[in-house]
């Protein structure tokens, strides 16, 4: 129990470095990873409007917004660079959101197509 209260579950480094530290305790996982998931979250109502757009733009943007933290992520890979805190907010923030849209919308659509089956 104690391992999913503290999100030991999550496939996340936890550096102190990278991690959110308030009043001496660091926060279960890095900034990055908080930013992905305030992204999911943030997201939900997308779950209403997501009808409104059409299904190719709506599985464009949810790729298209996860590209930059794959750019973040390779390029300090491969040393080309230093990443900042900063970054891994914006980074991850549009990650979380642009996989939420794009599960809401593929979700959405798998329901339609099932409906529409029967």
């Known amino acids: 129990m104690k ?6 579950f999550m496939p996340c480094h936890r550096r102190r470095e990278r991690s959110l530290v308030v009043f001496g305790k660091q926060f279960p996982f890095c900034y990055r990873c908080m930013f992905l998931l305030i992204g999911l979250f943030s ?3 997308m779950a209403f409007f997501s009808p409104i757009l059409s299904f190719i733009p709506s599985l464009l943007a949810g790729v298209a917004l996860n590209i930059p933290m794959l750019l973040d992520g390779f390029t300090k890979k491969k040393q080309l660079r230093v990443s900042s805190n900063p970054l891994r907010i ?13 599960t809401v ?4 659509t798998g329901a339609e197509l099932i409906l529409h089956c029967f």
Do not use: M
């Open 43 to 45: 997201a939900v109502p």
């Open 3 to 8: 391992d999913f209260l503290t999100l030991q």
């Open 105 to 108: 919308r593929v979700a959405n």
């Open 90 to 102: 914006i980074t991850g923030f549009l990650a979380g959101f642009g996989l939420a849209q794009f």
